[in-house]
């Protein structure tokens, strides 16, 4: 895997989990490209064929020192950190695999510009001809960083209707902007008279938080209208409109079906009604204050719960649990 934004190395993948991991980028993909005018190319096709002296030959083409100044390789390497050799090797296949399929043009992220001009060299050098790149701007995540699994901060193209109109209500309002122009098909003038209207609210703080408010919700609407459907999104925009502005519980919680004793650990509660993937992800959310029961805060992971039929437990804004005691 690339490196180029990490700050260690990364698993190796086995072919199967690679192919399982495909299914779930294609499926992704597919509500923003028409794959009936793409073609798939697995570079295995044409990598897993180089001898070793066609690799030799092609390593001959980059220099290390360029590799090894990289911000983040840079960081490793001061820091007495392992940087594989075969790390070095990532640029030279991207730029072998543009080289073998001819290209004109290279579309990526800015993180990608150093791999991308890697096969813009050895077009260069092996067929004497320009090719060219365009390097897109990052969509941030919620909290202004880069979007990451591991921060909680990134907006999933194949989350729910509901969840993903939340996060988009959730993201910083300094993003907005950026998210109309990268994240919705709404035209540039439109989105310039949406950034001069918010330069006019600047003066009054309540105008201000009212229009960035409703500015929001009709950011997450389209957004939600183009990934999955107009109907969806308006019972999204409902649903977060009751449930985190106005404070009502949603009408259809999910019942769990509670089997154990009477009296259980936040932590374990979280993990048996599946609110939480593990316990230190339990134990995160409720010293964060995200975790209440029937109303009341959980201040504690070691805290001792009473359980009860109707009991009806909140993780965070978005996630609740209503118990069914057999």
Same mark, same amino acid.
């Given at each position: 895997?690339?490196?180029? #934004?990490?700050?260690?190395? /990364?698993?190796?993948?086995?072919?199967?989990?690679?192919?399982?991991?495909?299914?779930?980028?294609?499926?992704?993909?597919?509500?923003?490209? #028409? $794959?009936?005018?793409?073609?798939?190319? +697995?570079?295995?096709?044409?990598?897993?064929? !180089?001898?070793?002296?066609?690799?030799?030959?092609?390593?001959?083409?980059?220099? $290390?020192?360029?590799?090894?100044?990289?911000?983040?390789?840079?960081?490793?390497?001061?820091?007495?950190?392992?940087?594989? %050799?075969?790390?070095?090797?990532?640029?030279?296949?991207?730029?072998?695999? @543009?080289?073998?399929?001819?290209?004109?043009?290279?579309?990526?992220?800015?993180? +990608?510009?150093?791999?991308?001009?890697?096969?813009?060299?050895?077009?260069?050098?092996? /067929?004497?001809?320009? @090719? $060219?790149?365009?390097?897109?701007?990052?969509?941030?995540?919620? #909290?202004? /960083?880069?979007?990451?699994? &591991?921060?909680?901060?990134? =907006?999933?193209?194949?989350?729910?209707?509901? #969840?993903?109109?939340?996060? =988009?209500?959730?993201?910083?309002?300094?993003?907005? =902007? +950026?998210?109309?122009?990268?994240?919705?098909?709404?035209?540039?003038?439109?989105?310039?008279?949406?950034?001069? %209207?918010?330069?006019?609210?600047? &003066?009054?703080? %309540?105008?201000?938080?009212?229009?960035?408010?409703?500015?929001?919700?009709?950011?997450?609407k389209i957004i939600v209208s183009e990934l999955h459907s107009n109907k969806d999104a308006v019972s999204a925009k409902e649903n977060f409109e009751k449930t985190i502005q106005k404070q009502e519980l949603p009408e259809d919680i999910p019942v769990?079906?509670?089997?154990?004793?009477? *009296?259980?650990?936040?932590?374990?509660?979280?993990?048996?009604?599946? !609110?939480?993937? *593990?316990?230190?992800?339990?134990k995160r959310v409720i010293e964060q204050g995200g975790v209440s029961v029937d109303n009341k805060v959980i201040t504690s992971s070691n805290e001792q719960i009473k359980i009860k039929s109707g009991n009806v437990i909140k993780v965070g804004k978005?996630?609740?649990?209503?118990?069914?005691?057999?």
């Open positions: 895997g690339d490196t180029s #934004d990490k700050d260690t190395e /990364r698993p190796v993948l086995t072919p199967v989990e690679i192919q399982e991991n495909f299914k779930t980028y294609k499926k992704q993909a597919e509500k923003i490209l #028409d $794959f009936s005018e793409i073609k798939i190319k +697995q570079n295995s096709e044409w990598l897993n064929k !180089l001898s070793f002296p066609e690799i030799i030959k092609l390593a001959q083409q980059f220099s $290390f020192g360029d590799f090894g100044s990289r911000e983040l390789i840079r960081k490793r390497l001061d820091a007495g950190k392992h940087v594989g %050799m075969h790390e070095s090797l990532y640029p030279a296949m991207q730029g072998y695999d @543009s080289y073998f399929l001819d290209t004109d043009i290279q579309i990526g992220g800015t993180d +990608q510009t150093f791999n991308m001009q890697a096969g813009r060299t050895l077009q260069k050098n092996w /067929r004497n001809k320009k @090719s $060219f790149i365009i390097a897109t701007e990052f969509l941030m995540g919620t #909290d202004g /960083r880069k979007m990451s699994k &591991s921060w909680g901060n990134a =907006i999933w193209i194949d989350d729910n209707p509901t #969840d993903m109109f939340a996060k =988009i209500m959730a993201i910083q309002d300094d993003l907005i =902007i +950026q998210y109309f122009v990268l994240g919705t098909n709404v035209d540039i003038k439109k989105v310039e008279e949406i950034k001069n %209207m918010y330069m006019i609210s600047n &003066s009054d703080r %309540m105008k201000k938080s009212y229009v960035q408010m409703e500015t929001k919700k009709e950011l997450a769990y079906q509670y089997i154990g004793t009477q *009296s259980i650990g936040a932590t374990d509660l979280l993990v048996k009604t599946k !609110l939480a993937s *593990s316990r230190s992800e339990a978005r996630k609740f649990v209503r118990i069914r005691m057999s």
